[in-house]
Protein backbone atom coordinates (compact mmCIF):
# COMPACT_ATOMS: atom_id res chain seq x y z
CA UNK A 1 0.00 0.00 0.00
CA UNK A 2 2.76 2.74 0.93
CA UNK A 3 6.58 2.95 0.01
CA UNK A 4 8.41 3.66 2.93
CA UNK A 5 11.86 2.45 2.91
CA UNK A 6 14.91 2.85 0.42
CA UNK A 7 15.16 -0.50 -0.38
CA UNK A 8 11.20 -1.17 -2.00
CA UNK A 9 11.87 2.48 -3.57
CA UNK A 10 14.63 1.37 -5.60
CA UNK A 11 12.70 -2.03 -6.68
CA UNK A 12 9.40 -0.02 -6.98
CA UNK A 13 11.41 2.17 -9.21
CA UNK A 14 12.87 -0.27 -11.14
CA UNK A 15 9.58 -2.06 -12.25
CA UNK A 16 9.26 1.38 -13.81
CA UNK A 17 12.88 1.28 -15.76
CA UNK A 18 14.26 3.86 -13.45
CA UNK A 19 17.38 3.54 -11.86
CA UNK A 20 19.37 5.43 -8.76
CA UNK A 21 23.07 5.37 -8.70
CA UNK A 22 24.71 4.77 -5.49
CA UNK A 23 25.00 8.31 -4.48
CA UNK A 24 21.69 8.77 -4.79
CA UNK A 25 21.06 5.97 -3.00
CA UNK A 26 23.07 7.18 0.05
CA UNK A 27 21.54 10.30 0.03
CA UNK A 28 17.99 9.17 0.14
CA UNK A 29 18.98 6.51 3.30
CA UNK A 30 20.76 9.95 4.81
CA UNK A 31 17.50 12.20 4.50
CA UNK A 32 15.04 9.36 5.34
CA UNK A 33 17.15 8.83 8.71
CA UNK A 34 15.66 12.22 9.77
CA UNK A 35 12.87 12.64 7.75
CA UNK A 36 10.84 9.65 6.59
CA UNK A 37 9.75 8.34 3.49
CA UNK A 38 6.29 7.29 2.97
CA UNK A 39 4.58 7.14 -0.57
CA UNK A 40 1.22 5.61 -1.32
CA UNK A 41 0.86 2.90 -4.30
CA UNK A 42 -1.37 5.17 -6.36
CA UNK A 43 0.42 8.60 -5.97
CA UNK A 44 3.61 6.51 -6.90
CA UNK A 45 1.84 5.38 -9.98
CA UNK A 46 1.78 9.13 -11.34
CA UNK A 47 5.34 9.04 -11.75
CA UNK A 48 6.18 9.29 -15.23
CA UNK A 49 10.31 9.96 -15.13
CA UNK A 50 13.03 11.40 -12.60
CA UNK A 51 12.82 14.90 -11.39
CA UNK A 52 9.06 15.06 -12.53
CA UNK A 53 6.50 16.98 -10.88
CA UNK A 54 5.02 14.11 -8.75
CA UNK A 55 8.76 13.18 -8.44
CA UNK A 56 9.87 16.17 -6.86
CA UNK A 57 6.67 16.12 -3.94
CA UNK A 58 7.85 12.64 -2.53
CA UNK A 59 10.70 11.69 -3.16
CA UNK A 60 13.19 13.21 -0.56
CA UNK A 61 16.28 15.38 -1.79
CA UNK A 62 19.48 15.69 0.01
CA UNK A 63 18.70 19.45 0.39
CA UNK A 64 16.54 18.90 2.90
CA UNK A 65 19.48 18.35 5.64
CA UNK A 66 20.39 21.68 4.81
CA UNK A 67 19.96 23.22 8.00
CA UNK A 68 21.02 26.34 7.69
CA UNK A 69 17.47 27.97 6.87
CA UNK A 70 14.51 28.05 8.16
CA UNK A 71 12.99 26.94 11.56
CA UNK A 72 11.21 23.77 12.86
CA UNK A 73 8.00 25.69 14.06
CA UNK A 74 7.90 28.82 11.41
CA UNK A 75 3.97 29.18 12.82
CA UNK A 76 4.39 28.65 16.67
CA UNK A 77 1.87 26.38 16.44
CA UNK A 78 3.39 24.65 19.11
CA UNK A 79 1.90 25.44 22.39
CA UNK A 80 0.28 25.03 26.10
CA UNK A 81 -2.56 22.87 24.49
CA UNK A 82 -1.45 20.03 22.48
CA UNK A 83 -2.61 19.37 19.26
CA UNK A 84 -4.56 22.49 19.74
CA UNK A 85 -3.87 25.87 18.19
CA UNK A 86 -6.31 28.76 18.88
CA UNK A 87 -4.87 31.86 16.47
CA UNK A 88 -7.89 33.91 15.42
CA UNK A 89 -10.93 34.33 17.76
CA UNK A 90 -13.92 32.51 16.37
CA UNK A 91 -12.25 29.28 15.00
CA UNK A 92 -9.17 26.84 16.13
CA UNK A 93 -7.05 24.04 14.68
CA UNK A 94 -6.84 20.63 15.86
CA UNK A 95 -4.21 18.39 14.82
CA UNK A 96 -5.87 14.93 15.44
CA UNK A 97 -3.16 12.86 13.48
CA UNK A 98 0.14 12.71 12.66
CA UNK A 99 0.14 10.43 9.42
CA UNK A 100 -0.40 10.80 5.37
CA UNK A 101 -1.01 8.72 2.68
CA UNK A 102 2.13 10.40 1.16
CA UNK A 103 4.84 12.59 3.06
CA UNK A 104 5.14 15.62 0.84
CA UNK A 105 8.74 16.70 1.11
CA UNK A 106 7.91 20.26 1.51
CA UNK A 107 5.45 20.17 4.24
CA UNK A 108 4.90 22.66 6.89
CA UNK A 109 4.83 20.34 9.83
CA UNK A 110 7.59 18.37 9.00
CA UNK A 111 8.77 18.72 12.41
CA UNK A 112 6.07 16.11 13.83
CA UNK A 113 4.63 14.18 11.08
CA UNK A 114 5.62 10.64 10.74
CA UNK A 115 6.75 10.54 14.46
CA UNK A 116 4.84 7.63 16.40
CA UNK A 117 5.70 9.30 19.44
CA UNK A 118 4.41 12.64 19.08
CA UNK A 119 1.08 10.31 17.77
CA UNK A 120 -2.27 12.28 19.31
CA UNK A 121 -3.22 10.34 22.01
CA UNK A 122 -7.20 9.50 22.98
CA UNK A 123 -6.47 11.79 26.14
CA UNK A 124 -4.65 14.56 24.43
CA UNK A 125 -7.69 14.86 21.90
CA UNK A 126 -10.14 14.69 24.67
CA UNK A 127 -8.32 17.82 26.69
CA UNK A 128 -8.43 19.74 23.07
CA UNK A 129 -12.03 18.73 23.19
CA UNK A 130 -12.06 20.30 26.36
CA UNK A 131 -10.62 23.44 25.61
CA UNK A 132 -13.11 24.11 22.74
CA UNK A 133 -16.21 23.19 25.06
CA UNK A 134 -14.82 25.87 27.54
CA UNK A 135 -14.36 28.33 24.70
CA UNK A 136 -17.77 29.36 23.61
CA UNK A 137 -16.38 31.81 20.79
CA UNK A 138 -14.96 29.25 18.58
CA UNK A 139 -17.97 29.13 16.05
CA UNK A 140 -15.23 26.58 13.50
CA UNK A 141 -12.81 23.64 14.17
CA UNK A 142 -10.41 22.57 11.77
CA UNK A 143 -9.62 18.86 11.77
CA UNK A 144 -5.79 18.69 10.55
CA UNK A 145 -2.75 17.09 11.01
CA UNK A 146 -1.20 14.91 9.00
CA UNK A 147 -4.40 13.92 7.38
CA UNK A 148 -7.51 12.91 9.45
CA UNK A 149 -8.43 10.57 6.71
CA UNK A 150 -5.62 8.79 7.65
CA UNK A 151 -7.38 7.59 10.83
CA UNK A 152 -9.89 4.59 10.80
CA UNK A 153 -13.68 5.61 10.17
CA UNK A 154 -14.14 4.25 13.64
CA UNK A 155 -11.91 6.79 15.42
CA UNK A 156 -12.62 9.99 13.00
CA UNK A 157 -16.06 9.33 13.66
CA UNK A 158 -15.61 9.55 17.68
CA UNK A 159 -13.92 12.93 17.56
CA UNK A 160 -16.80 13.72 14.89
CA UNK A 161 -19.35 12.73 18.15
CA UNK A 162 -17.30 14.32 20.37
CA UNK A 163 -17.44 17.63 18.64
CA UNK A 164 -21.09 17.64 17.77
CA UNK A 165 -22.08 17.53 21.49
CA UNK A 166 -20.74 21.27 21.35
CA UNK A 167 -23.35 23.60 20.98
CA UNK A 168 -21.11 26.50 19.63
CA UNK A 169 -19.66 24.78 16.76
CA UNK A 170 -21.47 25.74 13.31
CA UNK A 171 -19.02 24.41 11.08
CA UNK A 172 -15.90 21.61 11.17
CA UNK A 173 -13.88 21.66 8.35
CA UNK A 174 -11.13 18.74 7.68
CA UNK A 175 -8.15 19.14 5.64
CA UNK A 176 -7.01 16.29 3.74
CA UNK A 177 -4.56 15.39 0.72
CA UNK A 178 -5.67 11.87 0.24
CA UNK A 179 -8.28 12.65 -2.72
CA UNK A 180 -4.84 13.59 -4.38
CA UNK A 181 -2.77 10.81 -2.63
CA UNK A 182 -5.17 7.84 -2.19
CA UNK A 183 -8.18 8.50 -3.23
CA UNK A 184 -9.38 5.08 -2.99
CA UNK A 185 -9.45 5.82 0.54
CA UNK A 186 -12.36 7.91 0.27
CA UNK A 187 -14.60 4.34 0.23
CA UNK A 188 -18.02 4.12 0.83
CA UNK A 189 -17.64 3.20 4.34
CA UNK A 190 -16.32 6.55 5.25
CA UNK A 191 -18.68 8.38 2.83
CA UNK A 192 -21.92 6.48 5.15
CA UNK A 193 -19.97 7.52 8.07
CA UNK A 194 -19.30 11.64 7.30
CA UNK A 195 -22.89 11.76 5.94
CA UNK A 196 -24.09 10.79 8.99
CA UNK A 197 -22.38 13.72 10.73
CA UNK A 198 -22.64 16.57 7.94
CA UNK A 199 -25.31 18.31 9.38
CA UNK A 200 -25.53 20.51 12.26
CA UNK A 201 -22.53 21.58 12.46
CA UNK A 202 -22.15 21.39 8.24
CA UNK A 203 -18.70 20.09 7.39
CA UNK A 204 -16.23 21.07 4.63
CA UNK A 205 -13.30 19.25 3.08
CA UNK A 206 -10.68 21.28 1.78
CA UNK A 207 -7.89 18.89 0.02
CA UNK A 208 -4.24 19.81 -1.63
CA UNK A 209 -3.54 19.52 -4.98
CA UNK A 210 -0.56 21.03 -6.59
CA UNK A 211 -0.52 20.32 -10.31
CA UNK A 212 -2.91 19.44 -12.71
CA UNK A 213 -1.52 15.99 -13.70
CA UNK A 214 -2.74 14.92 -10.14
CA UNK A 215 -6.50 15.47 -11.27
CA UNK A 216 -7.02 11.88 -12.27
CA UNK A 217 -10.33 10.32 -12.96
CA UNK A 218 -9.21 8.42 -9.53
CA UNK A 219 -9.18 11.37 -7.49
CA UNK A 220 -12.12 13.17 -9.75
CA UNK A 221 -14.42 9.64 -8.61
CA UNK A 222 -13.13 10.58 -5.24
CA UNK A 223 -13.87 14.08 -5.18
CA UNK A 224 -17.98 12.96 -6.37
CA UNK A 225 -18.18 10.75 -3.97
CA UNK A 226 -17.91 13.55 -1.43
CA UNK A 227 -20.01 16.35 -3.00
CA UNK A 228 -22.54 13.10 -3.61
CA UNK A 229 -22.82 13.22 0.31
CA UNK A 230 -22.95 16.93 0.34
CA UNK A 231 -19.96 17.99 1.21
CA UNK A 232 -18.39 21.51 -0.33
CA UNK A 233 -15.15 20.94 -1.56
CA UNK A 234 -12.32 23.77 -1.33
CA UNK A 235 -8.36 23.11 -2.22
CA UNK A 236 -4.90 24.57 -1.11
CA UNK A 237 -2.05 24.76 -3.23
CA UNK A 238 1.33 25.83 -2.22
CA UNK A 239 3.63 27.24 -4.80
CA UNK A 240 6.69 25.15 -5.19
CA UNK A 241 9.47 25.34 -7.15
CA UNK A 242 9.83 22.76 -9.35
CA UNK A 243 6.60 22.07 -9.20
CA UNK A 244 3.51 24.14 -10.19
CA UNK A 245 5.63 28.08 -10.20
CA UNK A 246 4.14 29.08 -13.00
CA UNK A 247 0.78 31.05 -14.17
CA UNK A 248 -0.16 28.72 -17.04
CA UNK A 249 0.00 25.69 -14.53
CA UNK A 250 -1.89 27.15 -12.24
CA UNK A 251 -5.01 28.19 -14.31
CA UNK A 252 -5.01 25.01 -15.67
CA UNK A 253 -4.71 23.05 -12.19
CA UNK A 254 -7.54 25.38 -10.98
CA UNK A 255 -10.03 25.08 -14.28
CA UNK A 256 -9.52 21.29 -13.66
CA UNK A 257 -10.20 21.17 -10.03
CA UNK A 258 -13.59 24.05 -10.44
CA UNK A 259 -14.51 21.05 -13.55
CA UNK A 260 -14.35 18.39 -10.67
CA UNK A 261 -16.63 20.66 -8.30
CA UNK A 262 -13.69 21.55 -6.20
CA UNK A 263 -13.23 25.63 -5.39
CA UNK A 264 -9.35 27.12 -5.03
CA UNK A 265 -8.94 28.75 -1.81
CA UNK A 266 -5.70 29.15 -0.66
CA UNK A 267 -2.53 29.58 -2.82
CA UNK A 268 0.39 30.26 0.02
CA UNK A 269 4.22 31.54 -0.22
CA UNK A 270 5.53 28.53 1.47
CA UNK A 271 6.74 28.47 5.22
CA UNK A 272 9.69 29.07 6.13
CA UNK A 273 10.63 25.76 7.29
CA UNK A 274 13.96 23.65 8.16
CA UNK A 275 14.75 21.00 5.30
CA UNK A 276 12.23 23.01 2.81
CA UNK A 277 14.68 25.54 1.11
CA UNK A 278 14.47 24.15 -2.21
CA UNK A 279 11.09 24.68 -2.96
CA UNK A 280 10.55 28.15 -1.69
CA UNK A 281 10.62 31.33 -4.65
CA UNK A 282 10.24 34.60 -4.87
CA UNK A 283 7.07 36.19 -3.97
CA UNK A 284 6.67 37.54 -7.13
CA UNK A 285 5.99 34.43 -8.84
CA UNK A 286 3.04 34.43 -6.71
CA UNK A 287 1.85 37.93 -7.53
CA UNK A 288 2.30 36.89 -11.02
CA UNK A 289 -0.20 33.52 -10.92
CA UNK A 290 -2.68 36.29 -9.28
CA UNK A 291 -2.77 38.42 -12.10
CA UNK A 292 -2.48 35.64 -14.68
CA UNK A 293 -5.76 34.42 -13.19
CA UNK A 294 -7.89 37.33 -12.07
CA UNK A 295 -9.64 38.31 -15.30
CA UNK A 296 -8.28 35.73 -17.49
CA UNK A 297 -10.29 32.75 -16.33
CA UNK A 298 -13.63 32.56 -14.04
CA UNK A 299 -12.93 34.75 -11.19
CA UNK A 300 -13.78 31.05 -9.09
CA UNK A 301 -10.44 29.88 -10.18
CA UNK A 302 -8.92 32.91 -8.58
CA UNK A 303 -7.95 31.97 -4.92
CA UNK A 304 -6.50 34.24 -2.16
CA UNK A 305 -3.06 34.37 -2.05
CA UNK A 306 -1.09 34.41 1.57
CA UNK A 307 1.86 34.23 3.15
CA UNK A 308 1.14 32.60 6.98
CA UNK A 309 3.42 35.02 8.95
CA UNK A 310 6.43 33.36 10.49
CA UNK A 311 5.91 33.72 14.21
CA UNK A 312 2.18 33.33 14.24
CA UNK A 313 0.80 36.36 13.06
CA UNK A 314 -1.90 34.40 10.96
CA UNK A 315 -2.58 34.36 6.91
CA UNK A 316 -2.13 37.67 5.69
CA UNK A 317 -3.19 38.32 2.11
CA UNK A 318 -0.55 39.58 -0.98
CA UNK A 319 -2.23 41.59 -3.51
CA UNK A 320 -1.24 42.79 -7.07
CA UNK A 321 -1.40 46.30 -7.65
CA UNK A 322 -4.59 47.01 -9.15
CA UNK A 323 -5.62 50.11 -6.94
CA UNK A 324 -4.42 53.37 -6.25
CA UNK A 325 -6.48 55.20 -3.37
CA UNK A 326 -7.14 59.01 -3.69
CA UNK A 327 -7.60 61.05 -0.58
CA UNK A 328 -10.69 62.43 -1.97
CA UNK A 329 -11.95 59.20 -1.64
CA UNK A 330 -11.77 58.29 -5.80
CA UNK A 331 -9.70 55.56 -6.88
CA UNK A 332 -7.46 54.82 -9.94
CA UNK A 333 -7.60 51.07 -11.18
CA UNK A 334 -5.41 49.07 -13.55
CA UNK A 335 -7.95 46.30 -15.43
CA UNK A 336 -6.30 42.71 -15.82
CA UNK A 337 -5.25 43.98 -19.43
CA UNK A 338 -3.52 46.84 -17.97
CA UNK A 339 -5.72 49.50 -19.05
CA UNK A 340 -6.16 52.30 -17.12
CA UNK A 341 -9.61 53.35 -15.47
CA UNK A 342 -10.83 55.73 -13.12
CA UNK A 343 -14.19 55.56 -10.24
CA UNK A 344 -15.05 59.27 -9.30
CA UNK A 345 -17.76 59.92 -7.08
CA UNK A 346 -16.50 63.05 -5.92
CA UNK A 347 -15.00 66.07 -7.76
C1 LIG B 1 -5.25 28.58 8.57
C2 LIG B 1 -5.64 28.55 9.94
C3 LIG B 1 -6.97 28.74 10.31
C4 LIG B 1 -8.08 28.97 9.31
O1 LIG B 1 -7.95 30.18 8.64
P1 LIG B 1 -9.08 30.66 7.62
O2 LIG B 1 -8.53 31.92 7.03
O3 LIG B 1 -10.32 30.85 8.41
O4 LIG B 1 -9.24 29.56 6.60
C5 LIG B 1 -7.28 28.70 11.65
N1 LIG B 1 -6.34 28.52 12.59
C6 LIG B 1 -5.04 28.35 12.26
C7 LIG B 1 -4.03 28.18 13.33
C8 LIG B 1 -4.64 28.36 10.92
O5 LIG B 1 -3.36 28.17 10.61
S1 LIG C 1 -0.46 15.70 3.23
FE1 LIG C 1 -0.31 17.69 4.26
S2 LIG C 1 0.32 17.23 6.37
FE2 LIG C 1 0.74 15.40 5.11
S3 LIG C 1 2.85 15.62 4.47
FE3 LIG C 1 1.59 16.49 2.84
S4 LIG C 1 1.48 18.70 3.34
FE4 LIG C 1 2.19 17.61 5.20
Not at 26 to 32: A, D, G, Q, Y
Not at 102 to 108: A, E, H, I, K, L
Not at 128 to 148: C, F, M, Q, T, W
Request: charged residues 30%.
Amino acid sequence: MFITTVQNLKEKLGEKNIFLSDEEITNLEEVTKKYPLRISDYYFSLIEEKGDVIWNQCIPRIEELNSEFGNEDPLNEENEIPFLTHRYPDRCLLLISNTCAMYCRFCTRKRKVGEVVKNPTRKGIEKALNYIENHKEIRDVILSGGDPLLLSVETLERILIDLRKIEHIEMIRIGTRVPCTMPERITDKLCEMLKRHNKNPILYINTHFEHPKEITKESKKACEKLIDIGIPLGNQSIILKDVNNKPEIFKELNRKLLSIGVKPYYLYQPDLVKGTSHFIGNVKEGLDIIQGLRGHTSGMAVPHFVIDAPGGGGKIPILPNYTKLQKNGNVKMKNYEGKDFKYNFKN
